[in-house]
């Protein structure tokens, strides 16, 4: 987990990830990407549920994004899942050519 440029956890240890959101952090949306295999873990699911309750206290919104919607039985209450579609070919395009234009226009780099 990192907060801009500055790590705040390291990748390997989902608890302290978790653990870090609790104090400073408010009306924050904290995302996590390939979260899924660790939320097998009770510990884990345990961090889940105690920084959930800070979270909704503090205006802090986790979102976990996967490419699968499995979440341990002992989370689904607390858990939302939205499931999209990846966007084809034709509906890439667009979106892709925008970020090229964003990243030309604020690199220094002569493309």
């Avoid at 990192?2 to 990748?11: F, L």
């Avoid at 503090?58 to 979440?71: A, Q």
Wanted: charged share 15%; glycine share 2%; hydrophobic share 45%.
């Amino acid at each position: 987990m990192q907060q801009r440029e500055v790590q705040i956890a390291p990748p390997a240890l989902p608890v302290a990830a978790l653990q870090s959101i609790e104090g400073d952090i408010a009306d924050a949306l904290i995302v996590f990407r390939n979260f899924n295999p660790a939320l097998a873990n009770p510990s884990v699911q345990q961090a889940v549920r105690l920084t959930l309750t800070y979270c909704k206290a503090n205006g802090v919104c986790l979102v976990f994004i996967s490419t699968s919607g499995n979440i341990p039985a002992e989370l689904e209450k607390e858990i939302l899942i939205l499931d999209f579609d990846l966007p084809n070919k034709e509906q890439s395009k667009p979106l892709l050519m925008t970020w090229v234009n964003i990243k030309m226009r604020s690199s220094t780099h002569n493309w």
